[in-house]
């Protein structure tokens, strides 16, 4: 037996409740992981939202877009009793059962080795968003973004990708400027290493005009919607936004105009099914390039059932920095 957070459906409604299953009742995969951390992130928000936000599939459900824990069982020569491993994306805790459980069973080609150097739940600190900021800064890098390049902004940076992505940028040597709409989160960033802060109601207004004053290197992009727009049209020429939100929505009420005559490039991040080498090239970097004392002081510690009443904080935009699911708490 193994507790776990299910949500049931109940009418228009989900209800998620702290329940003892059978190990039967597990998804079929290859491994099965005893979990010992899982997070918070915005998609769980919305999974536990009342219909399941609408990325539920299928009922009963376990939330929880990513888990580390240590191998019980093995039908794949790659992973034994033991080991020590990590997952993000994929889809689990949205159409497959995630780290919400003290139990998990996936495919293996989903999972990770657990990097030298961390803990299961330092690599929870990290989680899917971190994993996410790293690759957006890896994307960064690749389209020749350096620090002497000038100032990098980024966009909801109280949030879980943001703040991992200003710890990493600040680390690297990186000039940062973080956006909040908190005047309480000011300290709080200036701590993770931003050198700047810009209020979120001056980058709010509707684009007026396609092009503004050349000022942004480089950006990391958790928001979308208005703010990506205006914010591609004060990039510097030759600078790239990576894109890795939709809390602003989806749509883009942008020109090409950024695109033609700036040479703008917008970097699309997907971490739900990046092949194996990209994946570990992402955690490789977190172990070397993100200061372990800021990832500490993102954490806000959890049990499963906290869950629902941050789920919809998190959807507030309430929660700051990092939550850490202590599964077996």
């Known amino acids: 037996m193994f507790r776990a957070l299910v949500l049931e459906k109940e009418g228009d409604a989900a209800v998620a409740q702290v329940r003892e299953l059978d190990e039967s009742a597990l998804p079929v995969g290859d491994v099965t992981v005893a979990v010992e951390y899982s997070t918070l992130n915005y998609k769980d928000g919305l999974a536990l939202s009342a219909n399941g936000g609408g990325i539920v599939r299928a009922w009963p459900h376990v939330a929880g877009i990513d888990f580390a824990g240590t191998v019980e069982a093995s039908s794949d020569s790659r992973y034994k009793p033991g080991d020590k491993v990590v997952l993000t994306g994929w889809r689990v805790g949205e159409v497959h059962w995630g780290g919400y459980a003290q139990k998990a069973r996936v495919k293996a080609d989903w999972l990770v080795p657990l990097p030298g150097g961390l803990t299961t739940r330092q690599a929870m600190a990290v989680g899917t968003a971190g994993f996410t900021a790293m690759l957006a800064v890896l994307a960064l890098e690749d389209h020749g973004l350096t620090p002497a390049k000038g100032e990098v902004l980024v966009t909801?940076?109280?949030?879980?990708?943001?703040?991992?992505?200003?710890?990493?940028?600040?680390?690297?040597?990186?000039?940062?400027?973080?956006?909040?709409?908190?005047?309480?989160?000011?300290?709080?960033?200036?701590?993770?290493?931003?050198?700047?802060?810009?209020?979120?109601?001056?980058?709010?207004?509707?684009?007026?005009?396609?092009?503004?004053?050349?000022?942004?290197?480089?950006?990391?992009?958790?928001?979308?919607?208005?703010?990506?727009?205006?914010?591609?049209?004060?990039?510097?020429?030759?600078?790239?936004?990576?894109?890795?939100?939709?809390?602003?929505?989806?749509?883009?009420?942008?020109?090409?105009?950024?695109?033609?005559?700036?040479?703008?490039?917008?970097?699309?991040?997907?971490?739900?099914?990046?092949?194996?080498?990209?994946?570990?090239?992402?955690?490789?970097?977190?172990?070397?390039?993100?200061?372990?004392?800021?990832?500490?002081?993102?954490?806000?510690?959890?049990?499963?059932?906290?869950?629902?009443?941050?789920?919809?904080?998190?959807?507030?935009?309430?929660?700051?920095?990092?939550?850490?699911?202590?599964?077996?708490?």
Not at 233 to 244: C, D, E, I
Not at 268 to 285: C, F, H, L, N, T
């Open 156 to 329: 909801g940076a109280a949030g879980g990708v943001g703040s991992v992505a200003v710890a990493i940028l600040a680390g690297l040597g990186y000039q940062v400027a973080a956006v909040t709409g908190r005047p309480e989160t000011e300290a709080y960033l200036r701590d993770l290493g931003a050198s700047r802060i810009v209020a979120r109601s001056d980058l709010a207004e509707t684009v007026k005009r396609p092009l503004e004053a050349e000022t942004w290197a480089g950006c990391v992009d958790a928001v979308g919607g208005a703010m990506l727009a205006r914010v591609l049209g004060q990039m510097k020429y030759g600078g790239s936004v990576a894109a890795v939100g939709l809390a602003g929505g989806a749509s883009l009420p942008a020109s090409v105009i950024p695109f033609l005559l700036r040479g703008v490039n917008l970097l699309g991040i997907d971490s739900v099914s990046k092949p194996y080498a990209d994946r570990m090239r992402a955690w490789e970097r977190l172990v070397t390039d993100l200061p372990m004392a800021k990832l500490e002081a993102m954490v806000k510690p959890a049990v499963l059932s906290d869950l629902p009443a941050l789920g919809a904080a998190i959807l507030k935009g309430e929660v700051q920095g990092r939550v850490v699911v202590d599964v077996n708490g």
